[in-house]
């Protein structure tokens, strides 16, 4: 019998990553069991919005582990998109680190952003409320990626499919979070509507179009 030599690509830095996003699902579960619980769920039911929501805790050590859980996977996921489809050329663990790098900031300004936005319409309740839902459904949709980033490392490199899939999952998860959040936000939207399509213009649409126009070019 012949022997196949297999070359695998080197992913022991990918591995890390792994590592380092189960530790964070540990350390929440372990820590925070009961909100934990809830959380998993979020997708088939509000329970975790409608009993965590109420403290008006948006910067909390469960919230923080699981935005850590989305960047780290987030990251690798548009790490292995560019790979896949030859965007920007041969890509090294650096690259990942500027995307990762790139991702958090983002996330940072914007929900500053969205704070002052807050303060200066006098609304920072229905705000906080907003974006903890919003948030929560973000980080959520961090174990799809989680998955596909599994799948795309060791048992299906480069796969097409298996990308856009989980860019169809990643959207269906945020799009079940908005429903939600204009559901349960629906009198305060109603009221407040202008300033509700200008948030959603200045600081949901306008970044996507101007990565996309950066992307285009």
């Known amino acids: 019998m012949e022997s196949i030599t297999r070359v695998f690509n080197n992913v022991d830095w990918v591995t890390a990553i792994f590592v380092v996003s189960l530790f964070v699902l540990v350390l929440s579960k372990t820590f925070f069991y009961h909100k934990f619980i809830n959380f998993v769920a979020l997708p088939f039911n509000n329970k975790y919005i409608f009993l965590h929501s109420k403290k008006?805790?948006?910067?909390?050590?469960?919230?923080?582990?699981?935005?850590?859980?989305?960047?780290?996977?987030?990251?690798?996921?548009?790490?292995?998109?560019?790979?896949?489809?030859?965007?920007?050329?041969?890509?090294?663990?650096?690259?990942?680190?500027?995307?990762?790098?790139?991702?958090?900031l983002f996330v940072v300004v914007k929900l500053v952003l969205q704070f002052i936005n807050s303060f200066i319409f006098n609304a920072e309740t229905a705000i906080v409320h907003i974006v903890f839902n919003k948030v929560s459904y973000q980080n959520y949709s961090g174990l799809v990626l989680f998955v596909a980033n599994i799948f795309l490392t060791y048992i299906t490199p480069y796969s097409e499919?298996?990308?856009?899939?989980?860019?169809?999952?990643?959207?269906?998860?945020?799009?079940?979070?908005?429903?939600?959040?204009?559901?349960?936000?629906?009198?305060?939207?109603?009221?407040?509507?202008?300033?509700?399509?200008?948030?959603?213009?200045?600081?949901?649409?306008?970044?996507?179009?101007?990565?996309?126009?950066?992307?285009?070019?």
């Open 56 to 104: 008006h805790i948006l910067f909390n050590w469960f919230n923080v582990l699981w935005s850590v859980f989305l960047w780290l996977n987030v990251a690798l996921f548009v790490y292995y998109l560019l790979s896949i489809f030859k965007i920007g050329g041969t890509l090294t663990p650096i690259n990942y680190l500027y995307i990762f790098a790139i991702i958090s």
């Open 161 to 217: 499919l298996v990308a856009y899939l989980a860019l169809v999952l990643f959207i269906v998860v945020l799009c079940i979070g908005w429903v939600n959040l204009l559901r349960i936000h629906r009198n305060f939207i109603t009221v407040n509507f202008f300033y509700f399509i200008l948030y959603l213009c200045a600081l949901e649409i306008s970044p996507f179009v101007i990565i996309g126009s950066y992307l285009k070019y």
